[in-house]
């Protein structure tokens, strides 16, 4: 499985995002997919993910809120929409597919895309 992550950019702080994470390869919709962040200097760290079916969703308390994870199996892209973002919201964004639920350890893994939030 191939993922590309797109969608990141430079927003103010209260404004919105959505990242887009598109697979191709092998099928799509068996995996859940997560998507991780690192912030810089930090570690990368679990934000938020979703069953295959989209019936199990987790997220991080720091984005629980105001952070909505989807998918959308017919066009193989799971999106993550990002709404009243803070200037700690900023990183390197990345999806990850697996083969179970959300927060199982990844298997496959995107490049990232940057989110730069302003205050």
């Known amino acids: 499985v191939q993922l590309q992550a797109s969608g990141g950019g430079l927003v103010q702080a209260g404004g919105s995002l959505r990242l887009s994470c598109v697979a191709s390869g092998r099928t799509f919709s068996v995996y859940a997919i997560d998507w991780f962040r690192q912030a810089p200097g930090k570690e990368r760290e679990f934000a938020a993910g979703?069953?295959?079916?989209?019936?199990?969703?987790a997220y991080a308390d720091s984005v629980k809120g105001r952070f909505t994870i989807s998918r959308d199996n017919a066009k193989n892209t799971v999106y993550l929409q990002m709404n009243n973002l803070k200037p700690e919201d900023t990183a390197v964004y990345y999806c990850?597919?697996?083969?179970?639920?959300?927060?199982?350890?990844?298997?496959?893994w995107g490049q990232g895309t940057l989110v730069t939030v302003s205050s």
């Open positions: 979703i069953s295959w079916s989209g019936g199990n969703i």
């Open positions: 990850a597919a697996a083969y179970t639920s959300p927060r199982s350890p990844p298997v496959y």
